[in-house]
């Protein structure tokens, strides 16, 4: 090779050479932007202060959640979903063409255990608001509000029995375990109120699962909900004896300066950590709390309007909880979860719907359209998302004697505020309220709509355990924000 050639084959050596390097640092400068433009999966929290708040993903249309859970299985064709032709084929079978469609999908056995006979509504219907929402006579009150709800009529579960149905909705998952919505809501946004829970619940029975509904599973300790009581002091036990009280905080100090002693080689012991901080927080809860569970406080307009004067005791149980969850959510609790359970039967009208539907329909009616005026009249409804939801809906044909039995192929649910289109109805049902054949919705899409109102993103919310990341949608990608539902 001669000289000439020589240089040549060096120079292009080190042109490619300087080409590469400069690739290489493209690359770099490339991840570090990409790495900061994109939010953390984790948030950073301090297990001694796990309430702090933190910055969400993006700019949310919500700060806090209001979730009411009516617990059984409200029907949707007595309720919200109104069918004519299910009213006009009364007592007549499921047509032959209605049958076959549910049989091709996955949820065929939805027809199980009940009569071949379709039961109409036995209430009266009509058209209400601006937006002309089918409401029945069941709920009178919130019939006023359906401009400012959003429906969604095509809701699916993945179980037909209500424990997993439930858990489905609150975590996920239908297998118990897993951490709950408003777990993971506090989780990725702490609080704006360090003097109270982040994360409420109220109830009389509880939820058909128990405390796998509100659960934090495999999320740190301190995320668990707390259950506040609608009446007397909202926690048993909170304020100490006279004779303790002038030393507490001594107590307290001391007690946590061993604990830290015991933590120190024990990093990661999210339970210890929880202890520690729930302390605290029980200490400052001690006027808060009784604080804002004083009820008598409000106007007695206010009471009265909640139903807290209402000849039915059950009318009254709702309306204090209703109450109690704005005088929350205004204080900044994050999430407040609400179960009208009173009893072991929930909405699980499988004989007799009308002796167990319409009770319990005046039992949360006037409560919650209540709870929707107040926090319109002080300004909170933009930054507070209401839900009204349950584990799935009931059949079109009849069971037992004038009952209905479980449907998880399509349901109805309402949202309001927070950020929610109002006055839309989203997805439906076929002509007898069985199956969604119209924007069918999974309760993923369902959860991944809830955090972005809240500025999360669900893919980007996740937790690391057992070696793999885990999210309230499932795995990243699976699950969507439903189009149209926010504003």
């Not at 979730?67 to 009364?90: A, I, M, W």
């Not at 006979?117 to 009509?126: D, N």
């Not at 994050?334 to 004989?351: C, E, N, S, T």
Request: charged share 20%; net charge negative; glycine share 10%.
């Amino acid at each position: 090779m001669n000289h000439a050639a020589q240089d040549s084959s060096r120079r292009k050596f080190l042109g490619q050479l300087g080409a590469g390097f400069g690739t290489l640092a493209f690359e770099a400068i490339l991840l570090q932007e990409l790495r900061a433009a994109t939010p953390r999966m984790r948030p950073t929290i301090d297990p001694l202060q796990p309430f702090s708040p933190r910055t969400p993903h993006f700019v949310p249309r919500a700060k806090s959640v209001i979730f009411l859970f009516l617990v059984g299985g409200p029907s949707q064709v007595d309720t919200f979903d109104y069918k004519p032709e299910l009213q006009r084929l009364n007592g007549q079978p499921l047509p032959a063409s209605v049958r076959r469609v549910l049989e091709g999908t996955k949820f065929a056995h939805v027809t199980h255990g009940c009569e071949d006979k379709l039961l109409g509504s036995p209430y009266r219907w009509q058209q209400c608001g601006q937006s002309g929402m089918w409401v029945s006579e069941l709920f009178p009150h919130l019939a006023r509000h359906v401009d400012q709800l959003c429906f969604i009529h095509s809701m699916q579960a993945e179980s037909n029995n209500h424990a997993p149905a439930s858990y489905q909705l609150h975590t996920g998952d239908v297998r118990v375990g897993k951490a709950s919505l408003g777990s993971w809501t506090t989780y990725g946004l702490g609080s704006e109120n360090q003097d109270l829970p982040a994360y409420v619940v109220l109830f009389d029975a509880g939820p058909l699962g128990g405390t796998g509904n509100y659960s934090n599973g495999f999320l740190p300790a301190a995320f668990q909900a707390t259950r506040l009581r609608d009446h007397g002091t909202p926690v048993l036990d909170l304020v100490p004896p006279d004779e303790f009280a002038s030393g507490q905080r001594a107590s307290l100090d001391l007690i946590r300066e061993l604990n830290l002693r015991h933590r120190e080689p024990r990093a990661g012991f999210t339970e210890l950590d929880a202890r520690l901080a729930s302390y605290e927080l029980a200490y400052r809860m001690q006027s808060s709390a009784i604080e804002v569970g004083n009820l008598e406080q409000e106007s007695q307009h206010t009471k009265r309007s909640y139903g807290l004067e209402h000849e039915d005791e059950r009318t009254r149980s709702f309306g204090r909880k209703c109450l109690l969850a704005r005088r929350l959510v205004e204080e900044g609790v994050r999430f407040v979860q609400l179960y009208d359970m009173p009893d072991k039967d929930g909405w699980d009208a499988h004989a007799k719907l009308q002796d167990n539907h319409t009770p319990r329909a005046r039992w949360t009616d006037q409560p919650v359209a209540a709870l929707l005026d107040d926090l319109q009249q002080r300004g909170l409804l933009d930054e507070t998302l209401v839900i009204w939801a349950s584990e799935f809906g009931r059949t079109p044909l009849e069971q037992g004697e004038g009952g209905r039995n479980h449907n998880s192929a399509g349901f109805t649910i309402w949202l309001a505020g927070g950020g929610v289109k109002p006055g839309q109805r989203i997805g439906a049902t076929d002509e007898f309220g069985y199956l969604a054949v119209e924007r069918p919705t999974p309760f993923r899409d369902l959860h991944a709509t809830i955090l972005a109102a809240l500025g999360l993103n669900n893919d980007q919310l996740s937790f690391h355990t057992s070696g793999r990341e885990e999210r309230l949608t499932g795995v990243a990608g699976s699950a969507k924000i439903i189009p149209g539902m926010l504003a």
